[in-house]
């Protein structure tokens, strides 16, 4: 049974970075695909990024073109949120989430493995 967990989360001023991780243990991650969401206060859960089982990634959110990367490390089995230029908008819980199939989804429901979220919080 794959578990994800996330880390990094914190509370840095505008224009600051910050690098998320979403650590999973009871199976190989690189054989789901694996997508950050965001939920910010009072808005609905968006999907961000997502890095397919077979590599390819896909952006579901243009305000962070250009801003966010995703990465996986195989050998330490985790996917990372590398994000930089943070806005106040970035503010949110974000959540790694994981699926069987070697292709993105932008909704949430279509992913069986969840974090428990990691706080984000961009204030000067």
């Known amino acids: 049974q794959l578990q994800l967990v996330e880390s990094g989360g914190a509370l840095v001023q505008p224009g600051g970075s910050l690098r998320l991780s979403c650590a999973a243990s009871g199976s190989t991650l690189a054989d789901y695909t694996t997508t950050w969401f965001r939920r910010a206060p009072g808005k609905g859960r968006e999907a961000v990024l997502c890095i397919m089982s077979g590599g390819n990634i896909a952006h579901y959110t243009d305000s962070i073109k250009g801003r966010f990367t995703i990465a996986r490390d195989n050998a330490n089995n985790t996917v990372y949120l590398q994000m930089n230029s943070l806005r106040s908008e970035d503010t949110a819980i974000y959540y790694c989430?994981?699926?069987?199939?070697?292709?993105?989804?932008?909704?949430?429901?279509?992913?069986?493995?969840w974090g428990q979220g990691t706080q984000v919080t961009v204030s000067s």
């Open positions: 989430a994981a699926r069987r199939f070697n292709v993105c989804h932008s909704s949430g429901s279509s992913y069986r493995y």
